[in-house]
């Protein structure tokens, strides 16, 4: 893959992973958003397969398979079966609604930019430039946890958070070691299963639904 | 190795709980294996005190005398809280409450729970650090939910949630470390060891380094429970089982704590001390203020407990803004002093909870007369947590102070003692109004069965010797400070 080719492909990649943050802020449908989840997920592979196929390195392009197979495939599948308790599958109310939502993400995009200036001049690489998008995606998902209000949405909140960290590590660093980054993975498959298991029994005993229900603990 | 073995030996206990059905001789065997890591946490101080790191598996586990302290507080709060779990779980079981498969559940959880915090204080890597402290929020959450009230399931939601985002934090944190450390100069062979990256610290770039560690103090912040990340705690430490917040309180916080102290170590080599003390300092004195406002008109003992928590935090937090070895010295022994005086209380208010059957401060009212050997108890784990003599949290606090003053944080030493003061005086008032009062006529004086209250006197008396005697604790203090200051 020559230079120019190499560097039009990641930047499509990371393109498409803030492409989908702010997808997931522009639609109601719980659906759309868990398929536009999955999309990002891929688009995550594809960055560190294309990462590894620049730099030759076998172990790179294995991981980008897996973040595929894992944030792509398996990681939505399970968001999916909690909707499929859920008999409504709009987010209906959000604090802001949709279009003062996607002025926010543009600002959080800037707000990114700046303050990720020493990252990038350290780094001075073609992947290097595009890490402002992985910080970025990470403040869209924060800001789409606050705002969004149904159990479902805070989980895509979260993985927008890792996506958009797991962004920056194969930009900044081609991936941290191996054994860490298998760890982090299975970590965030763990606590998507654990936060199903606590919807679905929300729901199923309390029919709590939205997270405005939860307001037992308070001082 | 024997790193290994610390770890195999609750890791092969929680297997031998999964595979049995529960009965009383796991529960003593779960305590046993708690008591084992208690020796070994000893054997390994002893081994490491005047001498260089044990390492394993070429690197990945290594520990040092911070290590070994940390060992010792685990062992030393997860033997008071394993025990006492045992009469926890077969109340459980005999009222009907909890089946013994969820008695199986929670044995497993809470040795897995061990595991986890044991791998993240005698790890190498600070990437393995992050993975066992993220599976310690992933272990715990079942906890947190166990008894699947409305209440503990929606703490354990919440817990779950805000704690999943700051250590996602913390990872970004660290990746950014290793970055810079990719990026240091002169350097060939370049890992996630912490040794490796102390011997590269000069050479950190000072921008990426300050992103770094802003964002490992928010994250790893988050599950120490410091303001304002802290809003997780009092829901779940006031939802979990007893046993679960006192092992929740006393250690998980800390041993998040621990990894802050070795991040910040590099990131003091890199940038001076300034940057991290600034960080500290404000984390701390928010800590502080919040914990002092919510205490005030708070009418939960459980969540008392747990804002209370925050505020010792918060002052371990300024503790290591100081930075000296004395300071940090004495925020170890701070660790180890709240740890078991917050063990002894939060198991103590399980107890109250059981007897009374209400968390209110306003309906519990003259334990002292009613029941003496529980009401002593929570009297004198009180007296310690506010830092009265001869328990160590005094000298612990007193030491702090001091190096405040010794390294011009004068200001900061002076704000967080009025906010002691007013935590001080609320904690007093809502624990005279528990514990103070006539006996009503009629009612006899209960008394507490001897397994209740031998585990925790003896924490009590624990946490009063090591105030009394400096000996032989205090060589271990000085030389794990001297492993994180320069």
């Known amino acids: ?219 | 190795m024997l790193a290994f073995v610390l770890l195999l030996v609750p890791a092969a206990t929680g297997c031998v709980a999964a595979a049995t059905p529960w009965r009383r001789w796991i529960g003593w065997l779960c305590t046993a294996s708690l008591g084992f890591v208690l020796v070994t946490g000893v054997v390994l101080a002893v081994l490491v005190v005047h001498r260089p790191a044990l390492s394993a598996f070429g690197g990945v586990l290594r520990v040092d005398a911070l290590s070994a302290f940390m060992v010792i507080v685990i062992g030393a709060i997860g033997l008071l809280a394993v025990c006492q779990s045992v009469r926890y779980l077969e109340r459980e079981v005999s009222s009907g409450r909890s089946s013994a498969r969820r008695a199986t559940l929670y044995s497993v959880l809470v040795q897995g729970f061990i595991t986890a915090m044991l791998l993240a204080v005698v790890a190498g890597n600070v990437g393995v650090m992050w993975v066992a402290v993220e599976a310690t929020t992933i272990i715990t959450t079942f906890l947190v939910g166990y008894r699947r009230t409305r209440g503990a399931l929606e703490a354990s939601w919440k817990y779950v949630i805000i704690c999943s985002v700051g250590i996602a934090l913390a990872f970004l944190g660290t990746v950014l470390v290793y970055l810079a450390a990719l990026h240091a100069g002169g350097v060939t062979h370049v890992s996630l060891q912490w040794t490796s990256l102390m011997s590269v610290a000069h050479h950190l770039d000072p921008g990426v380094m300050r992103l770094a560690l802003a964002l490992l103090v928010l994250g790893y912040g988050t599950k120490v429970g410091l303001a304002p990340m802290h809003s997780w705690l009092p829901d779940a430490h006031s939802q979990a089982p007893a046993p679960v917040s006192a092992l929740m309180s006393g250690v998980l916080l800390t041993v998040a704590f621990y990894v802050l102290l070795r991040f910040k170590a590099v990131a003091d080599g890199a940038l001076g001390v300034g940057f991290s003390r600034m960080l500290f300092v404000t984390a701390g004195l928010l800590s502080l203020a919040v914990a002092a406002s919510l205490l005030l008109s708070q009418r939960d003992y459980k969540r008392m407990l747990a804002y209370h928590s925050v505020e010792h935090m918060g002052l371990i937090a300024l503790g290591a803004a100081a930075g000296t070895p004395l300071a940090i010295a004495a925020v170890l022994l701070h660790v180890l002093g709240h740890g078991l005086a917050k063990a002894v209380l939060f198991l103590a208010s399980g107890e109250i909870l059981i007897v009374e059957g209400t968390t209110e401060i306003d309906q519990v009212k003259a334990l002292l007369a009613r029941r003496p050997a529980l009401g002593g108890v929570f009297a004198f784990g009180l007296v310690a947590l506010l830092g009265l003599p001869p328990f160590s949290l005094f000298i612990s606090e007193l030491n702090m102070l001091r190096a405040e003053v010794h390294v011009g944080l004068g200001w900061v030493a002076a704000i967080s003692l009025v906010l002691m003061a007013v935590i001080f005086g609320s904690v007093m008032s809502h624990g005279r109004h528990m514990l103070f009062g006539a006996r009503p006529d009629g009612e006899v004086a209960h008394k507490s069965p001897l397994n209740v209250s031998v585990p925790l006197i003896g924490g009590l008396v624990a946490c009063g010797a090591i105030g009394v005697l400096a000996w032989p604790l205090d060589t271990l203090l000085r030389a794990a400070a001297m492993v994180v200051v320069k």
């Open chain 1, 1 to 219: 893959m020559n230079g120019a080719t190499y560097s039009s492909f990641l930047e499509i990649a990371a393109g498409l992973v803030i492409l989908c943050a702010f997808v997931t802020l522009w639609r109601r449908s719980l659906r759309a958003i868990v398929r536009t989840l999955a999309v990002q997920g891929m688009a995550l592979g594809v960055v560190a397969i294309v990462l590894g196929v620049h730099r030759r390195d076998v172990v790179l392009i294995v991981v980008g398979c897996l973040v595929v197979l894992a944030k792509g495939l398996a990681i939505p599948t399970l968001v999916r079966r909690v909707l499929a308790n859920e008999p409504m599958s709009r987010e209906t109310s959000p604090l802001v609604n949709v279009p003062s939502s996607l002025v926010g993400a543009g600002a959080l995009t800037f707000l990114a930019y700046g303050a990720t200036r020493p990252v990038v001049a350290l780094v001075s690489t073609s992947a290097g430039r595009l890490i402002p998008l992985g910080v970025a995606t990470l403040l869209i998902g924060f800001f789409s946890m606050v705002v969004r209000r149904k159990a479902v949405s805070q989980i895509v909140g979260l993985l927008l958070v890792d996506n958009g960290i797991a962004l920056v590590a194969f930009l900044a660093t081609a991936g941290v070691p191996l054994l860490v980054e298998l760890g982090a993975s299975l970590d965030v498959l763990l606590v998507v299963v654990v936060l199903r298991v606590l919807a679905v029994q929300l729901w199923s005993k309390f029919a709590v639904l939205d997270l405005d229900q939860l307001q037992e603990l308070h001082d």
